[in-house]
């Protein structure tokens, strides 16, 4: 009977040690678990940052290149007056100057 109580309490003791191992696997799965998703968030998290600078960095040249189209848009326009300007003083040269060879 000793006998048979002491295979008890031994096997007793395997199971509750074989169960210790098993919760110890799968808290060691969980924490694996914990670590590859930190790893995911880690590597996400430097991606972003890295993809929030090239977004300022073409905001920033996108801003200048507006800056230099109003610019260029004045400059055209300031020489599209100019033309006009010139062009009418050409046409009014020419109208004297025909009106001189005519009376000529």
Request: net charge positive; hydrophobic share 45%.
């Amino acid at each position: 009977m000793f006998r048979a109580l002491l295979m008890v309490g031994l096997l007793g003791s395997m199971l509750v040690s074989m169960s210790s191992l098993v919760h110890a696997k799968d808290v060691s799965a969980q924490q694996a678990g914990v670590e590859y998703a930190r790893d995911a968030v880690l590597k996400a998290e430097a991606e972003h940052q890295e993809n929030l600078k090239k977004y300022a960095s073409a905001e920033k040249e996108l801003a200048d290149t507006q800056k230099r189209l109003a610019e260029e848009k004045k400059t055209t326009e300031a020489s599209r007056v100019k033309l006009e300007l010139a062009k009418a003083k050409l046409d009014k040269a020419q109208r004297v100057l025909d009106a001189a060879w005519k009376q000529h």
